[in-house]
């Protein structure tokens, strides 16, 4: 058997001149876009050795203009460091601690340069602000029920938000029952994503476990597997020896119990991006990257239209999906919504060979990890001293925790690198559930957004849903979480929030 | 002289070397399999960075064979081939998929076949078993100085003479002095007053969120601990690294950096396919006779390389050159990571990504500067111009 005579530019993750090729001809050839696409430089090298070459083939394609040939953004640790050497970081790192400022883009500033030049339509059906998985998940369902012209506004590249920037785990573990449905038809579509949409999202059903380090938690647990069970789901809860039988590398002497369900499971997320913005463009949709949005008219209570940095869309329905960003775009039309954004950091490993079946979390830190389809042990803590804020930097206190934690809950993982850091942005509620529905006073203004880190779990159902009651189905969920219930103190808890 | 094991089988080393030079004295090129296709991959950059020859060595998965020096004892063990390396069963994914493998788009028309190339991948996935043992935290520490200077090469080391004492200086090799100690230039390696931290290897660089006053916080490697060190400002002049060509081979066995083969005490043969054009085609082929090697010089990207390990060279004029291995004389890349992750402008020149700086070094991030190959300027001028602004 010949070696085949592939010219390979990312020898980490075996990419190819062909490869660079075929995502320049997908659309994705801006430096971000190129990397998720093909997988370039997320190996071991970090990109040390093949983001140049990337880059030379893009020029000489004339693929990005000058402007757009920067790095992709360098995520620390620049070598491979253990996790047990984060792990042994003194105190001052990880104890009292200031808020830092965000990172300027790589671009420089102002309008991205790979702002497409053509101006945006005068006036739509729908305008949708957010292109991450909500809004391209209901462009689509909408695009398929003849809802008119739709586009969809994005302001950086697909993927740029949490919707690529999450650990991809999917479950049904809810103590909502509306959590639990929507989860349960969202997972049901995963598993078909691919004939629905064309595109691979290897969703991997390992089961999450959930463990309970106190008798608080475990009593939790226990409530939440008791109404899982109510709504169809196999969740239980099992002993220490059994959550070691599942993943024997625990010291099972750190927790009580743990809540088991073997259907829930890990997708890689970043396809479903691509999928559904190619399937709402196939639809008659209009998706536009690199396209900020300025402003929202409203006059006499109802939304007239959205303003960009290309230009005025007319619009009596407008769609605010854009996650942690959601308060700061439904402000430019008077509406303040209750949601706070936080930074939530995350990290990956090198990658092994397959171990680990479910993701694990525990839920009293927030520690929660997995294995992805490419071997690499994905996790990510919550950090209680966390300030509210729109900051997607990475932090050197969150690997000298994420560390400490992990090694202690499998030890055998101190001596396992990581390679990337990373951090997105929750969109948190006061009661964690989200918000949907009508603004009250601004006809036409409509929010989907809340989701508390855990909307790309949801979007299918929520997407198809609210596809169906924009085009004047009823569904009580639009009027259950509408953002007046606050106003009027009917809060909805939920009480599964990891991360 | 120790002897170390690789996959079982006794090899004797020479004290001091690394492993990756033990190997290749010994015969060994194909170190690993690639992780999709199974291609066979043996060391190329020799300064841990390109990610070509990971091992498993005592028990710990994907370490650098290039970076660890051997021990009496020590068990190399290749990884990703798992009816062995040599004659991996799974390269079949090279031959059957020989434009590439579009793992987007395979198996999506059915739900059965898309679950089977799920279970195929996820079994494939991977490179490394996991840790043997469990190891437990090293003990970091935490400085507080006014100034770091990340890389003791001419442009650091200026900057260091500039900045005097309070300055620290970190260099993750051994020895100050960079890469020009691997063409023989008289390097002036005195540091002045600043201190001068060796084996240091600076591996994160944030903005500072501890409690204690100062603008950074960087991590740095030392072995298996980590120095966190709080700074008011900081001066990266981290160099380059050596680049490949994308050209049919150039991934295989038996094709290195040319530096890299500078600072690799053993030979990899007696004749050498240089490719590469210019200075650093010129420095490199200079230097590399000097270590009694022969050389033929292919300018411009070839059109294949031949063999495992590679053994010809064909030239984009269809001239067939026979060699015993390939030496790629690229200039390097500035290594402009720390200075980006930190927020730092950086823009494609046509052969790398330089920082982007002013007259004195400065970035677009008010605390951080760059000097040297990094910031794409001259070392001396722009190190000892760095060094000055930042203690300012």
């Not at chain 1, 058997?1 to 997908?26: N, Q, T, Y």
């Not at chain 1, 599942?246 to 750190?254: A, E, G, K, W, Y």
């Not at chain 2, 005195?190 to 591996?203: H, K, Q, R, T």
């Not at chain 2, 001239?319 to 500035?334: G, L």
């Amino acid at each position: 058997m010949p070696l085949s005579e592939k010219a390979i530019v990312c020898a980490c993750e075996d990419v190819s001149v062909h490869d660079i090729d075929d995502a320049i001809a997908h659309g994705y050839a801006d430096i971000e876009s190129l990397k998720r696409y093909t997988g370039l430089g997320t190996g071991p090298c970090q990109g040390k050795s093949c983001e140049v070459g990337a880059m030379r083939i893009c020029a000489q394609r004339n693929a990005v203009p000058p402007p757009a040939q920067v790095p992709f953004r360098a995520r620390p640790p620049l070598a491979p460091t253990t996790m047990a050497a984060y792990a042994g970081l003194p105190a001052e790192v990880t104890g009292a601690r200031h808020a830092t400022r965000g990172l300027r883009p790589t671009w420089g500033g102002g309008a991205h340069p790979l702002q497409p030049p053509a101006p945006l339509p005068g006036s739509a059906d729908v305008v949708i602000v957010g292109g991450g998985i909500m809004g391209l998940a209901l462009a689509w369902n909408l695009a398929g029920k003849g809802a008119g012209r739709v586009l969809v506004l994005e302001r950086g590249y697909l993927c740029e938000g949490a919707s690529g920037r999450n650990g991809g785990g999917v479950r049904a573990q809810w103590t909502t029952p509306t959590l639990i449905e929507l989860a349960k038809e969202s997972i049901a579509f995963m598993a078909r994503f691919a004939q629905e949409l064309g595109i691979n999202v290897w969703l991997r059903r390992g089961g999450y476990l959930f463990l309970a380090h106190d008798e608080e938690t475990l009593r939790r647990i226990e409530y939440g597997a008791e109404l899982q069970k109510r709504y169809g789901l196999p969740t239980r809860v099992i002993t220490p020896g059994e959550a070691g039988e599942i993943v024997p590398q625990l010291d099972i002497s750190r927790f009580l119990a743990a809540s088991w369900n073997p259907e829930d499971g890990v997708v890689f997320p970043w396809p479903f991006l691509w999928g559904y913005a190619d399937g709402a463009r196939r639809r008659g949709a209009q998706v536009e990257t690199f396209t900020r949005v300025t402003g929202l008219e409203v006059s006499d209570g109802r939304v007239r239209a959205v303003q960009t940095d290309r230009g005025r869309v007319a619009a009596d329905r407008v769609v605010i999906a854009a996650g942690a960003w959601s308060p700061m775009v439904a402000r430019l039309a008077g509406v303040q919504l209750p949601n706070v954004p936080y930074r939530h950091e995350i990290v990956s490993s090198e990658p092994l060979k397959p171990f680990l079946g479910p993701l694990v979390s525990m839920l009293g830190t927030g520690l929660y990890f997995s294995q992805s389809m490419r071997g690499e042990i994905v996790g990510g803590m919550g950090d209680p001293d966390e300030e509210p804020g729109l900051n997607q930097t990475s932090s050197l206190r969150f690997l000298a925790r994420y560390g400490r934690a992990l090694s202690e809950l499998v030890p055998q993982l101190g001596a396992v690198k990581l390679l990337r850091q990373w951090a997105g942005c929750y969109d948190v509620t006061p009661d964690h559930s989200p918000v949907l529905g009508e603004t009250p006073r601004v006809a036409g203004l409509l929010q989907m957004s809340g989701f508390v880190g855990h909307g790309f779990m949801m979007a299918p159902a929520v997407a198809r849903r609210m596809a169906e009651w924009m085009g004047g189905a009823k569904d009580e969920i639009f009027e259950r979480y509408n953002v007046r219930r606050f106003a009027e103190g009917r809060l909805i808890k939920e009480t599964f929030i990891i991360g | 002289m120790p002897r170390i094991h690789l996959d079982g089988a006794p090899i004797e080393a020479q004290a001091e070397e690394t492993v990756a030079a033990a190997l290749l004295r010994a015969g060994v090129t194909t170190f690993t399999r690639s992780i999709k296709y199974h291609r066979p991959r043996g060391p190329f950059c020799f300064a841990g960075s390109c990610g070509q020859c990971l091992m498993r060595i005592d028990g710990l998965p994907s370490l650098p064979a290039c970076r660890v020096r051997v021990a009496e004892g020590m068990r190399c063990e290749r990884q990703n081939g798992p009816l062995g390396v040599e004659n991996d069963l799974f390269r079949a994914a090279d031959f059957l998929f020989p434009d590439g493998l579009d793992h987007h788009h395979l198996m999506v028309r059915s739900r059965l076949l898309g679950r089977v190339a799920l279970e195929i991948a996820r079994r494939l996935a991977g490179l490394g078993e996991l840790p043997e043992a469990a190891e437990r935290p090293g003990r970091g520490e935490l400085r507080v100085v006014k100034l770091v200077i990340v890389g003791a090469g001419p442009a650091g080391l200026a900057a260091a003479r500039a900045a005097g004492a309070g300055a620290l200086l970190i260099e993750r090799e051994g020895r100050a002095g960079g890469a020009e100690l691997l063409f023989g230039a008289p390097v002036d390696t005195d540091a002045g007053p600043a201190e001068l931290l060796l084996d240091a290897e600076c591996v994160g660089l944030y903005a500072n969120d501890t409690a204690i006053a100062g603008n950074a916080l960087l991590a740095v490697r030392r072995r298996d601990r980590l120095l966190a060190i709080v700074a008011e400002r900081v001066v990266i002049a981290t160099g380059g690294v050596s680049q490949p060509v994308p050209f049919p081979g150039v991934d295989r066995p038996g094709v290195y950096a040319a530096r890299g083969l500078l600072t690799l005490g053993a030979r990899v043969g007696r004749e050498l396919a240089l490719v590469g054009e210019g200075k650093e085609a010129n420095r490199c082929a200079e230097a590399l006779s000097r270590r009694g090697y022969e050389m033929a010089v292919i300018p411009g990207v070839p059109r294949r390389a031949l063999g495992n390990p590679v053994k010809a060279v064909d030239t984009a004029g269809g001239k067939r050159i026979r060699c015993d291995a390939v030496a790629i004389a690229q200039p390097p890349a500035p290594l402009h990571e720390l200075a980006t992750s930190a927020g730092a402008q950086a823009h494609f020149d046509g052969a790398g990504f330089p920082v982007q700086t002013d007259a004195e070094g400065r970035t677009s991030v008010p605390w951080l500067f760059a000097a040297g190959t990094v910031a794409g300027k001259p070392p001396l001028a722009s190190g000892e111009g760095a060094g000055s602004a930042a203690c300012r």
